[in-house]
């Protein structure tokens, strides 16, 4: 077994430091975060990983209450930082410890920008290498100490394995011209922070998939069911989910039940949870059943806009130049330039280029592949005429 094959666990300050002391000579590290979102009501990062080209390295933050160290390796403009899917990484080290990182290359995109077919870790690393990650491991408890040994194993395969696809992902995107694509992208990720609204926010049980269909009297139930799901799930630190599903929770709200048996027939609600809980959801429910009719919440809907034809027939035209070029450069049209991007060139209908580059959605290289006279020609084309 190399030293590469091995897995350091890191616990105590002193390691810490003396493994970031040896990081910081690398000229690149891989690097990956675990939460337990899928367990805790209170997520934070539960391990760090990094890996370098001679070591493997997991980093417990529940056993080192200052892990700075970590944050100067991020930050540290010599190293390149790999990721696999940087985003979620990047924010929740901003939130649990204010991190950045400053020259990041993730790997995700680049297999984007490479056209793979699968871009997920594990379908990469086995295409490349042959790794088989265990799928099984990916909603473990990260939280739980101690760590099994395949947790570690799992882990660890997250970067042990990353600074040799990035040389493989760098030199595809190299042959096809496309890494200053890539370092567009990523450079960007520079600026990505945390940025997620409150937990607590009152209107929350709002963003539940079918609450804004309910009429006013269930909008209630479900505003208190949602409200007890949430304090007990706090209380006992667990998911929220865990505690009731968000489809048990439309279904309570749109059955009322008012007794154990009506609770009973409500799908998602087992006899665990009627056993546990079902006195207290019968009181919720009834609160929502009793509040009165002035104090039942609205769904406030944003008005449409009014009908703009001559926006409609520049982002139609837009959508043919973006499919037709991405075909050309073998790709999603949705990588290429994203609906939300050609929305933002019609609303605004530049008509030179230096207007064009001021659109902060429309990165440089979606300018090159889609060409800046053929947007400016879509969006100046007479009605009726196409791109």
């Known amino acids: 077994m190399t030293e590469q094959d091995k897995t350091r666990l890191v616990q105590d300050p002193e390691e810490l430091a003396a493994l970031c002391t040896r990081l910081s000579a690398s000229a690149r590290i891989a690097f990956d975060t675990e939460a337990a979102s899928f367990h805790r009501y209170v997520?934070?990062?539960?391990?760090?990983?990094?890996?370098?080209?001679?070591?493997?390295?997991?980093?417990?933050?529940?056993?080192?209450?200052?892990?700075?160290p970590?944050?100067?390796?991020?930050?540290?403009?010599?190293?390149?930082?790999?990721?696999?899917?940087?985003?979620?990484?990047?924010?929740?080290?901003?939130?649990?410890?204010?991190?950045?990182?400053?020259?990041?290359?993730?790997?995700?995109?680049a297999a984007q920008l490479a056209g793979e077919p699968a871009v997920g870790l594990g379908a990469l690393l086995e295409k490349y290498f042959a790794v088989r990650l265990d799928k099984r491991l990916q909603r473990a408890d990260w939280s739980a100490r101690p760590l099994t040994?395949?947790?570690?194993?799992?882990?660890?395969?997250?970067?042990?394995?990353?600074?040799?696809?990035?040389?493989?992902?760098?030199?595809?995107?190299?042959?096809l011209g496309r890494l200053r694509w890539l370092e567009e992208e990523c450079a960007r990720l520079e600026d990505v922070r945390w940025n997620a609204?409150?937990?607590d926010d009152e209107q929350g049980f709002l963003r539940i998939k079918g609450a804004k269909a309910l009429r006013r009297r269930a909008l209630a139930i479900l505003e208190r069911v949602y409200t007890w799901r949430d304090e007990t799930a706090s209380r006992a630190d667990r998911a929220p989910f865990r505690v009731l599903g968000n489809?048990?929770?439309?279904?309570?709200?749109?059955?009322?039940?008012?007794?154990?048996?009506?609770?009973?027939?409500?799908?998602?609600?087992?006899?665990?949870?009627?056993?546990?809980?079902?006195?207290?959801?019968?009181?919720?429910?009834?609160?929502?059943?009793?509040?009165?009719?002035?104090?039942?919440?609205?769904?406030?809907?944003?008005?449409?806009?009014?009908?703009?034809?001559?926006?409609?027939?520049?982002?139609?035209?837009?959508?043919?130049?973006?499919?037709?070029?991405?075909?050309?450069?073998g790709l999603e049209p949705g990588?290429?330039?994203?609906?939300?991007?050609?929305?933002?060139?019609?609303?605004?209908?530049?008509?030179r280029p230096e207007e064009l580059a001021a659109i902060s959605e429309l990165r440089a290289w979606q300018r090159e592949v889609l060409g800046d006279r053929q947007i400016l020609i879509a969006v100046s084309a007479p009605e009726g005429e196409g791109a």
């Open 149 to 175: 040994e395949a947790m570690v194993t799992y882990a660890a395969d997250d970067t042990r394995h990353l600074l040799r696809l990035r040389e493989v992902l760098a030199d595809r995107l190299q042959s």
């Open 197 to 199: 609204g409150r937990r």
């Open 335 to 351: 990588l290429v330039c994203p609906n939300g991007t050609l929305q933002a060139v019609a609303r605004l209908s530049p008509t």
């Open 70 to 109: 970590i944050g100067s390796l991020l930050t540290n403009p010599e190293i390149e930082i790999v990721f696999h899917d940087a985003d979620y990484d990047l924010r929740v080290l901003d939130r649990d410890y204010g991190f950045r990182a400053r020259t990041v290359f993730d790997t995700r995109i």
């Open 43 to 68: 997520d934070r990062v539960y391990l760090i990983q990094v890996s370098s080209d001679r070591e493997t390295a997991l980093i417990d933050p529940l056993a080192i209450t200052d892990i700075s």
């Open 247 to 329: 489809d048990a929770l439309i279904g309570i709200a749109r059955t009322c039940p008012r007794t154990t048996d009506e609770l009973r027939q409500v799908t998602g609600v087992g006899p665990s949870t009627i056993e546990r809980y079902g006195e207290a959801i019968l009181s919720a429910v009834q609160e929502g059943l009793t509040l009165p009719e002035e104090r039942l919440p609205n769904v406030t809907r944003s008005k449409r806009p009014p009908p703009d034809p001559a926006y409609d027939a520049r982002l139609d035209r837009l959508k043919v130049v973006r499919n037709r070029m991405a075909a050309s450069v």
